[in-house]
């Protein structure tokens, strides 16, 4: 079994940045790839952006390009979303993800492609 654990979860003002970890734990960790989803009020779950745990290949949506940067840390099998300039829109529950079998890259933003998910993180950004 394998857990997947977030924090750093908060509120901020609008402009501001907030970090989001994610670390994977339980039998001898060999995920493919690690993901972050949010999902607003009344809104579906959606993706925000993914990281292979080999290679370190990125892949964002568009709504956060150039604002969130994801890294990992795989000798603490960790890994990271730092979100900058953060807007009010940006509210949300942020969920981490990994997936443990091999997927194209044009699967990673879909739910079905992770096995494990944390129980989220809540991050408010105030106007």
């Known amino acids: 079994q394998v857990q997947v654990v977030e924090s750093g979860g908060g509120l901020v003002q609008a402009g501001g940045s907030l970090r989001l970890s994610c670390a994977a734990s339980g039998r001898t960790f060999s995920g493919y790839v690690m993901g972050w989803f949010r999902q607003a009020p009344g809104k579906e779950r959606e993706f925000v952006a993914a990281?292979?745990?080999?290679?370190?290949?990125?892949y964002y949506a568009d709504s956060v390009k150039g604002r969130f940067t994801i890294s990992r840390d795989n000798a603490k099998n960790t890994g990271y979303l730092q979100m900058n300039s953060l807007k009010p829109e940006d509210t949300a529950v942020y969920y981490c993800?990994?997936?443990?079998?091999?997927?194209?890259?044009?699967?990673?933003?879909?739910?079905?492609?992770?096995?494990?998910w944390g129980q989220g993180a809540q991050v408010t950004v105030s106007s």
């Open positions: 990281i292979t745990w080999s290679a370190g290949s990125t």
């Open positions: 993800a990994a997936g443990l079998r091999r997927a194209l890259s044009l699967y990673f933003r879909s739910s079905k492609t992770y096995d494990y």
